[in-house]
């Protein structure tokens, strides 16, 4: 008797074993730029050497957290010399900002992260210098130096640099000041689209587009980037050469490509889609900022009605342009407000959020300290606040450049104490990011609508050949019982539920605030 039950103990004991091993073992089939990229601004990570400000070395010891994440990939904020804290001015294009590091310890960063097979994508600031670049300094000398011609100059007679006469286009954020500034001791005014030390590059002189080639082939040659975050990149020419934009990426493009044949070029063309699309043939990878928008308007309204054929909209326009083209989803990035203060610091919300984000197609970016539910609001300093490692005693790689006024210790609880939750939203980040990773359905299914008469749910099959998954989402705080058509009665298992969701009888039950995963 005894030895019937120990025998069936050890079969069972095998049985869960061997499924337990299973789940283990099912590997990674995201291949980046098809998997997750974490973008960290530099100054705000993790301080190695007690400066308070965040740089290489810092997040060198950090990359066994971003890679235990999920992560595949890192987008760093600017790194190069600059007077400011946020570097979008830059003084030198071939070197790194003192307060980060060295170009050494740059090497040996992409060198680390490589070998935790995640990739590096840094800042690249070309559409303007700084004012303290040595280029400018230079220019503004003398209108005989070769210098000269890397800017935009006007005469001070010229009608359009009179104030008041020059807006910006975009039409979300007019400005009513004279983009033209003046020198003194000179009869020119220079072009600055984003402020007065940020002049524009004139990339009308064949001699600026070389150095902009140079500059790109030393950071992917000499320090082994594997590609670029191109910045405003619809401002290098004005707006009513909207075409000229278009081709001279392609142009940068080609040439990169002649360096390193895999080159990643993720451009930021903050517009609508309809502006963005005709981008995609020199920038393969652009910011969905419609879909990140929509995603926050559906939480917040309780509405996920609108997201698939948003979605679907975008996805037909860009294909027809490059079917190659890469979705680069996200949240919120360094210049929005985040994703929990959106929310209004509802971590159900956050969550939801986040699992639209990941169950939906795309190649997604988190922000920074999304995973720990980090707040912020503008001004820009606000909403790139120290990420928190561990309460504040015993922080010791804490930043600590500016006094945080959203994500604080009594606002947001440390990585360190949410590793230890497994409720946690950062352990809810993992899991979802991981359950992404591993699936062929998430990482590159289609997306297939499915009608629910409910209005606050938002449900799709996601489907690649190898696999099938269907996925809801219940965007109000009620509990919503779907009924299963008969399409959909394959799927009888809950592969992914964040609260007590069930299947049964071909009825799906999702709780309020919650996404469910099922499969056959
Ligand atoms: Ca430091």
Same mark, same amino acid.
């Given at each position: 008797?005894?030895k019937?039950?120990?025998?069936?103990?050890?079969?069972?004991?095998?049985?869960?074993t061997?499924?337990?091993?299973?789940?283990?073992?099912?590997?990674?089939?995201?291949?980046w730029?098809?998997?997750?990229?974490?973008?960290?601004?530099?100054?705000?990570?993790?301080?190695?050497?007690?400066?308070?400000?965040?740089?290489?070395?810092?997040?060198?010891?950090?990359?066994?957290?971003?890679?235990?994440?999920g992560?595949?990939?890192?987008w760093l904020?600017?790194m190069n010399?600059?007077?400011?804290?946020?570097?979008?001015?830059?003084?030198?294009?071939?070197? $790194?900002?003192?307060?980060?590091?060295?170009?050494?310890?740059?090497?040996?960063?992409?060198?680390?992260?490589h070998?935790?097979?995640i990739?590096?994508?840094?800042?690249?600031v070309?559409?303007?210098?700084?004012n303290?670049?040595?280029?400018?300094?230079?220019a503004?000398k003398?209108?005989?130096?070769?210098?000269?011609?890397?800017?935009?100059?006007?005469h001070?007679?010229?009608?359009?640099?009179?104030?008041?006469t020059?807006t910006?286009t975009?039409?979300?954020?007019?400005?009513?000041?004279?983009?033209?500034y003046k020198?003194p001791?000179s009869?020119?005014?220079?072009?600055?689209?984003?402020?007065?030390?940020?002049?524009?590059?004139?990339?009308?002189?064949?001699?600026?587009?070389?150095?902009v080639?140079?500059?790109?082939?030393?950071?992917?040659?000499?320090?082994?980037?594997?590609?670029?975050?191109?910045?405003?990149?619809?401002?290098?020419?004005?707006?009513?050469?909207?075409?000229?934009?278009?081709?001279?990426?392609?142009?940068?493009?080609?040439?990169?490509?002649?360096?390193?044949?895999?080159?990643?070029?993720?451009?930021?063309?903050?517009?609508?889609?309809?502006?963005?699309?005709?981008?995609?043939?020199?920038?393969?990878?652009?910011?969905?900022?419609?879909?990140?928008?929509?995603? $926050?308007?559906?939480v917040n309204?309780?509405?996920?009605?609108?997201?698939?054929?948003?979605?679907?909209?975008?996805?037909?326009?860009?294909?027809?342009?490059?079917?190659?083209?890469?979705?680069a989803?996200?949240?919120?990035?360094?210049?929005?407000?985040?994703?929990?203060?959106?929310?209004?610091?509802?971590?159900?919300?956050?969550?939801?959020?986040?699992?639209?984000?990941?169950?939906?197609?795309?190649?997604?970016?988190?922000?920074?300290?999304?995973?720990?539910?980090?707040?912020?609001?503008?001004?820009?300093?606000h909403?790139?606040?120290p990420?928190?490692?561990?309460?504040?005693?015993?922080?010791?790689i804490?930043?600590?450049?500016?006094?945080?006024?959203?994500?604080?210790?009594?606002?947001?609880i440390p990585?360190t104490?949410?590793?230890?939750?497994?409720?946690s939203?950062?352990?809810?980040?993992?899991?979802l990011?991981?359950?992404?990773?591993?699936?062929?359905?998430?990482?590159?299914?289609?997306?297939i609508?499915?009608v629910?008469?409910?209005?606050?749910?938002?449900a799709?099959?996601?489907s690649?050949?190898?696999?099938?998954?269907?996925?809801?989402?219940?965007?109000?705080?009620?509990?919503?019982?779907?009924?299963?058509?008969?399409?959909?009665?394959?799927?009888?298992?809950?592969y992914?539920?964040?609260?007590?969701a069930?299947?049964?009888?071909?009825?799906?039950?999702?709780?309020?605030?919650?996404?469910?995963?099922?499969?056959?």
């Amino acid at each position: 008797m005894n030895k019937i039950i120990r025998i069936n103990l050890v079969i069972i004991l095998l049985v869960i074993t061997g499924n337990t091993l299973k789940a283990q073992e099912k590997q990674n089939v995201s291949k980046w730029p098809r998997g997750i990229t974490y973008e960290i601004f530099v100054q705000s990570f993790a301080d190695s050497n007690g400066d308070g400000i965040g740089d290489i070395n810092g997040m060198i010891s950090k990359l066994d957290y971003l890679q235990e994440l999920g992560i595949e990939g890192i987008w760093l904020m600017p790194m190069n010399p600059s007077p400011t804290y946020h570097k979008y001015d830059v003084s030198d294009y071939y070197d $790194i900002h003192p307060d980060y590091g060295t170009l050494a310890d740059f090497k040996n960063f992409v060198k680390e992260a490589h070998a935790r097979n995640i990739k590096v994508v840094m800042d690249m600031v070309l559409n303007h210098s700084g004012n303290k670049n040595q280029w400018f300094k230079e220019a503004l000398k003398d209108e005989s130096i070769k210098y000269w011609d890397y800017y935009v100059w006007a005469h001070k007679d010229d009608p359009k640099v009179q104030p008041g006469t020059i807006t910006a286009t975009d039409g979300t954020q007019r400005r009513e000041r004279s983009n033209w500034y003046k020198v003194p001791n000179s009869d020119y005014l220079y072009f600055a689209h984003f402020g007065s030390n940020m002049p524009d590059l004139n990339f009308d002189n064949p001699k600026l587009q070389q150095e902009v080639f140079k500059i790109g082939k030393f950071w992917l040659k000499e320090v082994g980037l594997d590609g670029f975050r191109l910045d405003a990149a619809r401002h290098v020419f004005p707006d009513e050469r909207a075409t000229d934009n278009h081709k001279w990426w392609e142009y940068f493009l080609q040439e990169m490509k002649t360096v390193n044949n895999d080159v990643y070029i993720i451009g930021e063309v903050w517009a609508p889609a309809v502006i963005v699309g005709p981008y995609l043939k020199g920038i393969p990878a652009l910011f969905n900022f419609d879909m990140g928008g929509e995603i $926050i308007k559906a939480v917040n309204e309780e509405n996920g009605s609108t997201l698939v054929p948003k979605h679907k909209e975008i996805e037909d326009f860009y294909k027809k342009i490059n079917p190659e083209y890469i979705d680069a989803t996200f949240l919120t990035n360094h210049d929005q407000d985040r994703v929990m203060s959106s929310v209004k610091g509802n971590a159900d919300k956050e969550k939801l959020a986040a699992a639209l984000l990941l169950t939906l197609p795309g190649s997604p970016y988190l922000y920074y300290g999304e995973e720990i539910g980090m707040l912020g609001q503008k001004p820009d300093e606000h909403i790139r606040e120290p990420f928190l490692w561990d309460k504040k005693e015993s922080d010791r790689i804490r930043t600590s450049w500016i006094k945080p006024i959203y994500s604080t210790d009594s606002s947001v609880i440390p990585v360190t104490q949410q590793s230890a939750d497994k409720s946690s939203l950062l352990n809810y980040y993992k899991t979802l990011i991981n359950l992404r990773n591993k699936s062929y359905a998430l990482t590159y299914g289609e997306l297939i609508p499915v009608v629910t008469a409910n209005k606050s749910s938002c449900a799709f099959i996601r489907s690649d050949e190898r696999e099938r998954l269907a996925v809801f989402h219940n965007l109000s705080g009620k509990n919503q019982i779907f009924n299963l058509p008969s399409d959909l009665r394959e799927f009888k298992m809950v592969y992914f539920a964040n609260k007590a969701a069930q299947v049964k009888n071909n009825q799906v039950t999702i709780p309020g605030f919650s996404a469910v995963i099922l499969t056959k």
